[in-house]
């Protein structure tokens, strides 16, 4: 509506539109499409802030397709998202490590695949650090690829053997019954003799990346992309303890309601649940 006081045919005039375009605009009616637009930006808003941007319009399409029950084009999403200003947080770039000397090696059984038939047929594992303050905590966790859920993960203080053979009990007390090739890089915790004792009691295989090959463990980079891009990353943390709850929460998210497209828009559980 053009304010009081001001002529119509000066506004257009500046506007540079016809009068006829004005009065047309004015008279226009919201189509059912133009409906369905408004809810649809108001619940991409609604994510949007709730998880703090992490969104981005391929995600995004999932969970709106799963709240309109029908399906929705990627490209009208990112239309949308551009036209409410949405813009999802961006991962930053992993620091390099300082090489280790390796105790035994394995072969890269794996090869980069990395899709599994069935839970528990391949495991990926990996060590991360975080800081709090000034200084840092250690996660390790293992990936099961076939529905990428993460089937256990344990934090400390210390970037030790006892750490990563912590994560192998704790997934093995949950599926005791588990023998899969299990994928790893080169760290100094990987290629000790005691975690290769620990999975061959098991029956386990182990695979390792080759040197320099970090693609070669990549499911598990992207995990851990995803923990900092959408929960580290956006906030400092000033004590173990913060930061050990904010592990937990996201992963608990992650597996139980964070949508993936390659998974048929279920979640890790969902589609870890449908596989067995």
Not at 12 to 27: D, F, N, P, T, V
Not at 84 to 90: E, N
Not at 189 to 200: E, G, L, V
Request: proline share 3%; with cysteine; net charge positive.
């Amino acid at each position: 509506m053009i304010a009081e006081g001001f002529s119509t045919q000066l506004v257009c005039e500046i506007a540079g539109i016809a009068r006829s375009s004005y009065y047309k605009w004015l008279k226009r009616v919201d189509t059912p499409l133009d409906i369905e637009n408004m809810v649809i930006e108001e619940e991409m808003r609604r994510l949007h802030t709730e998880h703090n941007g992490i969104y981005g319009y391929r995600r995004m399409r999932l969970y709106i397709q799963k709240f309109m029950k029908k399906p929705i084009n990627h490209k009208r999403i990112y239309r949308l998202m551009n036209k409410a200003k949405l813009v999802c947080v961006i991962r930053k770039k992993r620091p390099a490590f300082i090489k280790s000397t390796p105790l035994y090696t394995a072969e890269n059984i794996l090869n980069r695949e990395f899709q599994a038939s069935a839970p528990n047929k391949k495991w990926a594992t990996d060590v991360t650090e975080m800081k709090y303050g000034n200084k840092k905590l250690y996660l390790s966790a293992i990936l099961d690829l076939c529905d990428g859920s993460i089937v256990n993960y344990v934090y400390s203080k210390l970037n030790n053997n006892g750490l990563v053979m912590n994560t192998i009990d704790g997934a093995l007390e949950k599926e005791p019954q588990a023998t899969p090739l299990l994928h790893s890089d080169r760290g100094f915790q990987y290629t000790s003799h005691a975690f290769k004792r620990r999975i061959d009691t098991q029956g386990m295989t182990h695979s390792m990346s080759r040197v320099g090959r970090c693609i070669d463990n990549g499911p598990m980079e992207s995990f851990w992309g995803a923990l900092k891009t959408e929960m580290y990353y956006l906030k400092k943390f000033s004590t173990y303890e913060e930061l050990a709850s904010a592990i937990d929460n996201y992963i608990h998210f992650y597996n139980t309601k964070r949508l993936q497209e390659k998974r048929e828009g279920l979640s890790p559980l969902e589609y870890r649940a449908k596989a067995f």
